[in-house]
Antibody
Framework: QVQLLQSGTEMKKPGASVKISCKAS????????MHWVRQAPGQRLEWMGR????????QYSQKFQGGVTITRDTFANTVYMELSSLRSEDTAVYYC???????????????WGQGTLVTVSS | EIVMTQSPDTLSLSPGERATLSCRAS???????LVWYQQKRGQAPRLLIY???SRATGVPDRFSGSGSGTDFTLTISRLEPEDFAVYSC?????????FGQGTRLEIK
């Protein structure tokens, strides 16, 4: 079965960077893209960006362009999301999520990691 | 970007009652590319409905979705105790994909 296992809780100071991992199992990694979605306390979910599992091509929400980098390691079946120049507003739970392999359902998130809490505080 | 607005923010009902949750888009959602998720405290969201009206695998048939254009509805025909949670909609017709703020369904 599809599983997405994320790295653990992070506490960072403003201005620092954080890199979260998401290890995928239960499917052919290179056949599917992976997205990152975050949820700040009491706020709505926000799509941050995605990476194609095969080609490595990335696409970012304009809001996060320049501040987020998504990469993948096909040998480790792992996707990474690095967020730089952290601010208190970046305090949130970050999820890696997966849809289907193509077509419109690429954006329908049927599989979610367990979430990684990132707290940014001085 | 398309702004998704859900109503009400909180809905208080009793088990056995019918729940009707609304999601409105700031502009028409292409091809009814609308999703509903359920999220319980401390958990990741769970996919319920996609394409506005198609139930995801394993979702009970008391959950149904409808709507098109800018107005969408999630209906839970007869509430079970495990249905009390936060429900969010998401449009995937235009990038960036965007989510509603959520409706909290609480026990009355």
């Amino acid at each position: 079965q599809v599983q997405l296992l994320q790295s653990g809780t992070e506490m960072k100071k403003p201005g620092a960077s954080v890199k979260i991992s998401c290890k995928a199992s239960g499917y052919t990694f290179t056949n599917f893209g992976m997205h990152w979605v975050r949820q700040a306390p009491g706020q709505r979910l926000e799509w941050m960006g995605r990476i194609d599992g095969g080609s490595g091509v990335t696409q970012y929400s304009q809001k996060f362009q320049g501040g987020v980098t998504i990469t993948r390691d096909t040998f480790a079946n792992t996707v990474y999301m690095e967020l730089s120049s952290l601010r208190s507003e970046d305090t949130a739970v970050y999820y890696c999520v997966r849809g289907c392999s193509g077509g419109s359902c690429y954006w329908v998130f049927g599989y979610w990691g367990q979430g990684t809490l990132v707290t940014v505080s001085s | 970007e398309i702004v998704m607005t859900q109503s009400p923010d909180t809905l208080s009902l009793s088990p056995g009652e019918r729940a009707t949750l609304s999601c409105r888009a700031s502009q028409s959602v292409s091809s009814s590319y609308l999703v509903w998720y359920q999220q319980k405290r401390g958990q990741a969201p769970r996919l319920l409905i996609y394409g506005a009206s198609s139930r995801a695998t394993g979702v009970p048939d008391r959950f149904s979705g409808s709507g098109s254009g800018t107005d969408f509805t999630l209906t839970i025909s007869r509430l079970e105790p495990e249905d009390f949670a936060v429900y969010s909609c998401q449009q995937y017709g235009n990038l960036p994909i965007t989510f509603g703020q959520g409706t909290r369904l609480e026990i009355k």
